[in-house]
């Protein structure tokens, strides 16, 4: 079993920064990928950005790239997700998730454990 507990969410007025962590339970944490995802509402939840175990490789959806930043400490058994330059359409609840072995890194179907979510509000 895996717990995954996001903190950091917020309001914020565009153009602010946040910095999203997502905790994990258990001892390995470091073996596996993990991702962030964003559910606006009335809207499906769609992939932000995932990263290896190690967090050597990293990969980002468009509409984030070059403005998030996700990256890990495996000592910590946390990820973080760095969130710049934010847009009132980065307004959503933002979930953590631990991937499965295999498939795609933004397919939700491929990630296992997720946590509860955090919202972010990106005020105009």
């Known amino acids: 079993q895996v717990q995954l507990v996001e903190s950091g969410g917020g309001l914020v007025q565009a153009g602010g920064s946040l910095r999203l962590a997502c905790a994990a339970s258990?001892?390995?944490?470091?073996?596996?990928?993990m991702g962030w995802f964003r559910q606006a509402p009335g809207k499906e939840r769609e992939f932000v950005a995932a990263?290896?175990?190690?967090?050597?490789?990293?990969y980002y959806a468009d509409s984030v790239k070059g403005r998030f930043t996700i990256s890990r400490d495996n000592a910590k058994n946390t990820v973080y997700l760095q969130m710049n330059s934010l847009k009132p359409e980065d307004t959503a609840a933002y979930y953590c998730?631990?991937?499965?072995?295999?498939?795609?890194?933004?397919?939700?179907?491929?990630?296992?454990?997720w946590g509860q979510g955090t919202q972010v509000t990106v005020s105009s």
């Open positions: 998730a631990k991937k499965n072995l295999y498939g795609s890194y933004t397919f939700s179907s491929e990630y296992d454990y």
């Open positions: 990263c290896s175990w190690s967090g050597e490789s990293t």
């Open positions: 258990g001892r390995t944490f470091s073996r596996y990928a």
